[in-house]
């Protein structure tokens, strides 16, 4: 080996051992999420009209996180997409520091509302809160008065693994979820 090969192989290792550690400790990760109505028979009544969602102290909003350069689950939104029992209500994806805020996530129309957060201990928890109204209440096929349309819950807490996808369901509308280290 040559000794301009030997000094830049020998900077690269340097520069990787000083480099690593403070990337690893950034703790940053990339967070991407499809959330989807569904039209699955079911026979369970939906009866909420008023949110129960127990808004967190530190919630922060989406807008302010960065977006990625580029997201991975772009083939599950098509998927969704193109079956009609399906119905993508919003596909969105952020850079957060490990262990930040809860994000407030809200659908253009308001009509799906609420949170994911992520909290760090002995491994990776997932932790979602979401409201979506309805227009018309499919329990008892009547149309509900402005106001009081029955609103589906999906609350869940989940410890998860680092890039993998999870999928947490209610009968009217479920989510999509990957949490990758940047």
Request: proline letters at 5%; zero cysteines; charged letters at 20%.
């Amino acid at each position: 080996m040559t000794m301009n090969k030997l000094m830049v192989f020998s900077v690269a290792a340097v520069l990787g051992t000083l480099v690593a550690p403070v990337f690893a400790e950034s703790n940053a990760y990339q967070i991407e999420l499809i959330v989807f109505s569904q039209t699955m028979p079911t026979s369970e009544v939906f009866e909420q009209t008023d949110s129960q969602i127990n808004w967190p102290p530190d919630l922060t909003e989406l807008s302010v996180y960065n977006k990625p350069e580029r997201t991975t689950l772009d083939g599950s939104y098509s998927a969704l997409s193109q079956d009609s029992a399906y119905r993508p209500i919003l596909h969105v994806a952020w850079v957060q520091q490990g262990g930040g805020a809860p994000v407030h996530i809200q659908s253009g129309d308001g009509k799906l509302n609420g949170y994911l957060g992520m909290q760090q201990g002995q491994g990776l928890q997932l932790t979602v809160d979401f409201e979506l109204a309805a227009d018309k209440d499919e329990s008892y096929g009547k149309t509900r008065p402005v106001g009081s349309a029955a609103l589906y819950r999906l609350n869940e807490k989940r410890a998860i693994k680092l890039n993998e996808v999870y999928y947490l369901d209610h009968p009217k509308f479920g989510l999509v979820a990957k949490i990758s280290p940047l």
